[in-house]
């Protein structure tokens, strides 16, 4: 049998991680910045994590939610406490387009609406609702297509009070990203997320923070969308939350009301997911992670200012972007293949850092020497 050939891949085939660093089957050395899409929080393979699971593996690694699972319940209090969400509700399922999906048809139960109020290079997954609310019509099978779903600009405040002013009583949800990933590193504006929330007040519509990437300490603090001082009505989060054990969940506000068989899933919360989740937890807590990615993510940006030829360096903590030129575009391919180094992109022509919350200084400093040289060689190149 053959795999479904969707995916193009680097020929590396992968054996082996630690921290920041990943080996492949020849025994070559690679630094990852990537994280595997932002999936790697606390360091590949950190032993605390290993333990966790490992001890959890060998009592129970599931049973479905049809039972007590108190290890939900320890979940949910650690979230509540290191995100600031105290009084919020934990439903957890798998990944994070099941994370969004959730959130946008509770929105839908709990006001009856239908219309969804989405962004300009958004992406939120590629299942039903959250494919049609992903500005990327390559993603969208026909059947997907929805005319509930409707793409404003980003950052653009005028175009959010029109339609709210034309279509307020229709509308159930705004999602956003606070710092889009897939689109390229665009950070949402604080006065703009602060919009949405008067707006989704206003009109009985509710906020979706879609903190999938941006989310779980990666910007500094919790989730990004904190930046703007105002609460959403749903976080959605996945990735970072197992540190590459797929578990996923989404923070509910407290006004929202739960009623039976609203949400389900089979291996949403079970036990070996939720051993993972505090895991990662934990270890942010234990090695102020959040700290680091504001102190790492600080030097990453001001040396790459002074990194001859890429442009417009942004983001926040540690999801970072930055645009490369034309004449520059086998950098990322070079950094691989010369240097070693994993890292991110998004179409067409931006770099994305996503490396795990616990890189060290001196692989920073790897990374900027090593993009400072392959930059001085395709210059040299094309001279
Ligand atoms: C912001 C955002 N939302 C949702 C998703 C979908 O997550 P998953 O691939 O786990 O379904 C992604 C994945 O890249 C994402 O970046």
Redesign the pocket.
Known sequence: MNLFDVYPLNDITIVKAKGSYVWDDKGEQYLDLYGG??VISIGHTHPHWVQRIQDQLEKIAFYSNSIHIPLQQQLADKLGKISGKIDYQLFLCN??????ENALKLASFHNGRKKIVAFTK??????SL?VAVTDNKNYLAPVNETDNAMFLPFNDTQALEDCFAKQGKEISSVII?GI???GGINVADDSFLKKIRSLCDEHGALYIA?????GYGRSGKFFSHDFAGVNADIY?M??GMGNGFPV?GILIAPHIKPKHFMLGTTFGGNHLACAAALAVLEVIEEEKLMGNAVMIGKYLRAELEGVPGIKNIRGRGLMIGFDVPEDLKDLKKNLLWNQKIFTGEAKPNVIRLLPSLALKKRDAEQFIDSIKEEIEILTAEKV
């Open positions: 899409h932002a990944s994070g387009a099941e994370a969004n958004s992406f939120h997954g590629r299942t959250a990203e889009q990933g897939v879609d903190s999938v990437q941006c959605t996945a990735k996923a």
